[in-house]
DNA sequence: GCCAACGTTGGC
DNA sequence: GCCAACGTTGGC
């Protein structure tokens, strides 16, 4: 099983949101990186942080699971839609999209800010600069002790 | 809104 | 295949 950090902006999409939905495909992903690992390590089962980005304060509010793995990202098919790509075909799809199941909303969001005053978190990859990955794995121990705070 | 740090595109 | 120009992400 795997940990992952998910990023969405609260204004497109925010864990009040996945709330009430409860199941989202979690489209719009045009990232070679990050397809691959959606595509290649993350599976049903798998857990994972919802991180509220380009908003203030950033951080992470709460945690879901995975609950169907990669599928083709209609979204792209579209030519209205925002994250349409013309080079991304039902036949020959280029993206793909999993579905998340809303798991917990935090009592009170951890912020990027406190996420770096912790020496047990120095090594999460939404704290280099220049990282610019929207979903991204973390390991058991980085889980456990965010979940740890989110539970306070 | 600024801009640093990336990723992508396309001419050559 | 290099790399300059351009586009995007996302913290601040």
Same mark, same amino acid.
Not at 55 to 58: H, I, N, Q, Y
Not at 123 to 133: A, E, M, Y
């Given at each position: 099983m795997s940990y992952w950090i998910m990023k969405s902006e609260p204004e497109t999409y925010s864990i009040d949101d996945l709330k009430r939905d409860t199941v989202e495909p979690w489209n719009g992903i045009r990232n070679y990186q990050v397809r691959n690992m959606i595509c290649n390590d993350m599976k049903v089962g798998d857990l994972a942080f919802f991180y509220h980005s380009n908003?203030? !304060? !950033?951080g992470i509010v709460g945690s879901m699971q995975i609950v169907k793995s990669a599928y083709s990202d209609h979204t792209a098919f579209d030519p209205e839609n925002a994250y349409f790509d013309p080079k991304s075909s039902p036949e020959k799809p280029r993206w793909f999209m999993v579905d998340v199941k809303f798991h917990s909303k935090f009592k009170k969001m951890i912020s990027l800010e406190e996420l770096r005053q912790y020496p047990e978190l120095k090594? &999460?990859?939404? &704290? %280099?600069?220049?990282? %610019? &990955?929207s979903i991204t794995p973390i390991d058991k121990r980085e889980w456990e002790f965010i979940l740890d705070l989110g539970s306070m």
């Open positions: 908003c203030a !304060p !950033p090594d &999460l990859l939404i &704290l %280099r600069t220049g990282n %610019r &990955l």
